[in-house]
């Protein structure tokens, strides 16, 4: 739940419905003066219809420049972001050759892998010359190196499972695992914030689909009891299978999962957990195996984990762990395995050498001292922003901070003037989020230094001011308002 002051809806609300009667208004005279024009489609019906297409003409594309912003160089700490330009009211944007060299808030690089390593580097470089950039192969013909061997049981090792497979995209890994492990007749029971991977996945599995309340264990075993009493729509029939998926860490809210709790209710009714790793796999834990070290929870009771390289890793794609049936299995019946080019060679280089650094393998403590401080960088950062009197959301240790936007003109003014001071930041708004909750989210690297984060604190704060996005006072040691009288509370 996120409380938001009456005060702050009605503007929003009054906002979105401004911006809305003028987009109709001008949807009006188009169309009056399009109808006196010729068309090569006619007769054919408009392939871009609706209310999405509509939001991105008349709100997206007011504030496109706050997005999709090219860089030219390593997501690093620092990086080099490309100036654009508009002659067409924000229609098109096109490049300059000019860059800014900013402070990069937005990038998944949380262990600093992103840029060159003096570890990792030089065995992606030797791997590239050696097996190319591509295998040009799917993993069942010509494409699965000895690379790809080393990775599956470097990955299995590390997150503590018998066996996993990986793939060439995170987001293929939701998407094309759920259909192939649950169908019809089987039921999922999904977080209310999964992701959209997620959601997709379950959509195309046919398999029944119901939401419990966000982290919230107690809806989840309101909703198992009741699905289980039921049964299947219309027969009333046993269900051949319960799934529940969570993730580690939300991606837009920074939350960590209430596992210990979710997992036990699991075990009461018989179903199976589904733990996507994404966000926390590499970033949290005391050696950077997630949210089950973190959280203190066995990983046999995970029944099926799955996680992305792009993230902590530096690199590409996503894994599927569990027993060495269901990766056997999935190996014989996925089709982001049977049909999909395999994962770079270079990509998977650079996922199995930073493993060893985490875990120390190289030789060094390099890997410790990169958990240690993203872990102080995160908590030091979260803490500033709390004072301040931002609404953050998440909790401690997570490297994910969404600051609190809501309304649509706060959000490029947020971006464009933090831009302005060299503070590169992520804006995010319908539809990945609900309409109304628009935030700017804050991703902390391990290769932030000190001197780093007082400098975008310092920007976030003048700027927050600015744009009026301190929704609460000051205070030395704020905590998160609870819901009182004069706040509303919105799912």
Not at 460 to 471: A, H, L, P, R, T
Request: aromatic share 10%.
């Amino acid at each position: 739940m996120i409380t938001i002051p009456y005060l702050t809806a009605l503007t929003t609300y009054f906002s979105y419905g401004l911006l809305f009667a003028f987009g109709q208004f001008r949807d009006f005279f188009r169309n009056i003066f399009d109808w006196w024009h010729a068309s090569n489609l006619e007769g054919y019906a408009p392939i871009c219809l609706g209310l999405e297409d509509f939001y991105i003409r008349r709100l997206y594309l007011r504030i496109q420049d706050c997005f999709g912003r090219p860089i030219a160089s390593a997501p690093d700490a620092w990086f080099d972001v490309v100036e654009r330009y508009s002659n067409d009211n924000n229609k098109t944007l096109k490049r300059t050759d000019k860059i800014s060299r900013c402070l990069n808030l937005g990038s998944y690089n949380y262990l600093g892998f992103a840029a060159a390593d003096e570890y990792c580097t030089p065995r992606v470089i030797d791997s590239l010359c050696r097996f190319s950039a591509s295998t040009c192969s799917t993993r069942v013909e010509g494409g699965t190196t000895t690379l790809h061997k080393e990775l599956e049981e470097c990955v299995a090792n590390f997150v503590g499972k018998p066996a996993a497979v990986v793939f060439g995209m995170g987001y293929v890994t939701n998407s094309a695992i759920l259909p192939v492990i649950i169908g019809r007749g089987g039921l999922i029971i999904s977080d209310s914030l999964n992701h959209n991977s997620i959601v997709n996945g379950a959509r195309g599995s046919g398999a029944t689909i119901r939401v419990f309340q966000h982290n919230t264990p107690s809806h989840l075993e309101k909703v198992l009891r009741e699905q289980i009493a039921d049964g299947q729509p219309r027969t009333h029939r046993p269900w051949k299978k319960i799934i529940v998926v969570v993730e580690g860490i939300y991606s837009m809210e920074g939350e960590l999962c209430k596992l210990p709790e979710i997992i036990a209710i699991c075990k009461k009714y018989k179903a199976y957990v589904y733990l996507d790793e994404a966000h926390s796999i590499g970033a949290v834990g005391k050696t950077g195996r997630g949210v089950c070290e973190l959280l203190g929870v066995d990983t046999a009771d995970v029944d099926i984990m799955m996680g992305t390289f792009t993230k902590s890793f530096g690199s590409c794609g996503g894994y599927i762990a569990g027993s060495k049936e269901l990766i056997q299995y999935l190996k014989y019946t996925c089709p982001a395995h049977l049909y999909a080019t395999s994962i770079s060679p270079p990509a998977a280089q650079q996922i199995i050498s930073s493993i060893k650094v985490i875990l120390g393998e190289d030789g060094s403590s390099r890997g410790a001292q990169k958990l240690a401080r993203i872990r102080e960088n995160s908590n030091f950062f979260r803490s500033e922003l709390q004072k301040m009197g931002f609404e953050v959301l998440g909790d401690n240790d997570s490297p994910i901070m969404p600051i609190m936007l809501y309304n649509p003109a706060k959000i490029p003014a947020f971006s464009r003037e933090c831009l302005k001071q060299n503070v590169a930041v992520v804006t995010v708004a319908f539809p990945a989020t609900p309409l109304l909750l628009a935030r700017a989210r804050i991703c902390i690297s391990a290769s932030h230094t000190k001197e780093d984060l007082l400098k975008a604190l310092e920007v976030i704060s003048q700027v927050g001011d600015m744009v009026g996005i301190k929704y609460f006072p000051a205070e030395p040691n704020k905590q998160q308002q609870q819901p009182g009288k004069d706040t509303i509370k919105l799912d």
